[in-house]
């Protein structure tokens, strides 16, 4: 199932972007986030640590000479400490009855550059718009 969600949602995702022009937060985000659907809580989780990342990052081009592969890889290394740092600490004395583990290590990396490049507000409306998609895709049986 896995495997079908990602590849819809990279498709799409290259199809959005050829006519619309706007990113959706990486070409596999979407259908991870249409995997974990029935999860909202690891979505929301995945998308505070994506906007706190972009945040980061901007923060930081007024101290680093950051752009294209530069600023990229610095989304991803901050998502990979940023979902290692919450695993480590955090949710091993949560006793929370609510999972809200972070989805993949890097998804809220690709979703902050992209978040970065176009608009936090823009990223999310597009990354909705094809999770639902994909959703509707997979419920429907098309």
Known sequence: MLFEL???SVVLSLVCTEFTGLFAGGLVSAGYFAYYFHEPSRIA???VVAVLICLVVK???????????????????LSLAAVWALEKTFFLYSGLS???RVIGYIIPGLIASDMEKQGIFKTLGVLAAITLVIRLIVVLGL
Not at 62 to 76: N, W
């Open 59 to 77: 923060l930081l081009q007024h101290v680093l000479i950051l752009y294209g592969r530069r600023r990229f890889a610095l989304s991803l290394v």
């Open 6 to 8: 990602v590849s819809l």
């Open 98 to 100: 609510v999972d809200i």
């Open 45 to 47: 989780s995945s998308l």
